[in-house]
């Protein structure tokens, strides 16, 4: 009898066990907490988004060089500002400018023509620029030069910045040696380019121009 009692107490126990399980699975199950959605971004899971480059430059002021090359790649001129000189110039004395708006607008005293230079004249620019030395050829702006401190290029090269200095700043250019032992460092920008003549190995020279009659003229020592 006995050993029946605890058979029924087992089964009794067994059977309320499942209905309690039964029980705890009609339950309903929380729903999940909604996701706030968020937008993807660039550089964080987003699509990567490219700026348009900025392009700081003015139109060509002429596809046929001053001085009778032709402007082959038709780039825009590079842009200038006034304490920064760069390939197309120096602030307002931007290459291809022409003599007379220089002139009217009180940018230079006055121009003396080169001797032996057929449509060459020269004249000096404002001492709040650097002095710039002024080359036109037929009435426009072929080149300048610097040789005096004050202006540096976008990447701070200026007068008596060291020669390895420059090669760093501009790695594409070239360097150009002369017939006399002379050297410069050509940092070409289209059409244009700027032209670092060296002596003792430090800038002496800074050339803004079109960069074919520039190294013409280092190279062998010809032209205006």
């Known amino acids: ?103 009217s607008t009180g940018l230079f005293a006055g121009a003396v023509a080169k001797k032996s230079c057929t449509g060459y004249t020269g004249a000096t620019g404002l001492a709040r620029f650097g002095s710039p030395d002024l080359v036109f050829y037929k009435g426009r702006l072929l080149y300048l030069s610097l040789q005096r401190g004050g202006p540096s290029t976008a990447k701070g090269t200026m007068i008596d910045t060291a020669v390895a200095d420059v090669k760093r700043a501009y790695p594409g250019g070239k360097q150009l040696d002369d017939w006399t032992g002379a050297t410069a460092w050509l940092a070409p920008h289209g059409d244009y380019t700027l032209l670092f003549a060296m002596k003792n190995d430090k800038v002496a020279v800074i050339q803004a121009g079109m960069a074919e009659p520039l190294q013409f003229r280092f190279t062998d020592r010809q032209g205006c």
């Open 1 to 103: 009898m006995r050993h029946r009692r605890t058979v029924l107490a087992a089964v009794a126990f067994t059977l309320l066990s499942v209905a309690a399980c039964s029980d705890d699975a009609k339950q309903p199950t929380a729903a999940p907490a909604p996701t706030e959605s968020i937008p993807a971004e660039a550089g964080v899971g987003g699509p990567e988004v490219t700026e348009p480059p900025a392009t700081g430059t003015a139109k060509p002021a002429f596809t046929k060089n001053p001085d009778g090359t032709t402007n082959r790649s038709g780039a825009p001129r590079p842009a200038t500002g006034d304490t920064t000189i760069s390939a197309g110039g120096l602030g307002p004395y931007k290459i291809g400018v022409s003599q007379a708006t220089l002139k």
